[in-house]
């Protein structure tokens, strides 16, 4: 069973620019959940998303950044306009069921994401 | 404000000997979680104590909860090379954001 995988695991981009990350949660899980990692850090949360529904935001920024996790294929992360701030690591977890029955958060490897 | 915080923020032991590292929170949590980050990874869950336990083993891992004083420790025993890595807790107060600290850098040395 193959675990959380993302990708790219490393993405440069130059201001301006947008970012796309992808992520697809481990086989049979439904419950995605994205992190952000600065430098230094510890993760910081962004976004809880089920299968077409966008369940809590407010860790994400109000402007430039999107979520979402369709019926069929990745979660996606995008990042509009990007500015040096931005450059993190973007982690992407998920779990089977919903997070307050205590289930355990899987995570991916990451994507880098250097803004130039 | 991070729900969690890690104290040491680095420390670096010889092979074999044991490592200890504390996390300390603000409010009440209904579990805590340790991760593992070696460079440039992911995260690596290894153990989620709640808040009724004490005391939690596995392998070489113990980590105890003590939520009158809203602290939690993981100890390492009998350390080796592969454990070289950032160690995170994270805490879960009943909804599913997972709060970080900064972290614990281990360095083990041969």
């Known amino acids: 069973n193959a675990g959380v995988m993302q990708n790219p695991r490393h993405l440069v981009r130059r201001r301006g620019q947008e970012a796309r990350l992808r992520c697809s949660p481990m086989?049979?899980?439904?419950?995605v959940y994205w992190y952000r990692q600065l430098p230094e850090e510890g993760l910081k949360f962004m976004v809880y998303?089920?299968?077409?529904?966008?369940?809590?935001e407010s860790g994400m920024p109000k402007e430039r950044f999107s979520a979402e996790f369709p019926k069929e294929g990745p979660s996606i992360l995008r990042i509009q306009q990007v500015v040096r701030g931005d450059s993190a690591a973007y982690f992407c977890?998920?779990?089977?069921?919903?997070?307050?029955?205590?289930?355990?958060?899987?995570f991916g490897p990451g994507t880098r994401l250097l803004v130039l | 404000s991070q729900q969690g915080e890690e104290d040491p923020q680095a420390l670096s032991i010889q092979e074999g000997e044991n490592a200890t590292m504390n996390c300390s929170y603000k409010?009440?949590?209904?579990?805590l979680q340790w991760y593992r980050q070696n460079s440039g990874r992911g995260l690596v869950h290894l153990i989620l104590?709640?808040?009724?336990?004490r005391e939690k083993h596995s392998g070489r891992l113990r980590v105890t909860l003590d939520t009158s004083k809203k602290s939690s420790s993981l100890l390492i025993t009998a350390s080796r090379a592969a454990d070289t890595a950032s160690y995170f807790c994270?805490?879960?107060?009943?909804?599913?954001?997972?709060?970080f600290g900064a972290g614990t850098t281990v360095t083990v040395r041969a």
């Open positions: 998303l089920q299968k077409e529904n966008i369940i809590d």
């Open positions: 994270a805490t879960d107060r009943n909804d599913y954001k997972l709060s």
């Open positions: 409010t009440s949590i209904n579990n």
């Open positions: 086989k049979g899980h439904s419950h």
């Open positions: 977890a998920s779990s089977l069921a919903r997070r307050d029955t205590q289930e355990t958060q899987y």
């Open positions: 104590i709640r808040s009724n336990e």
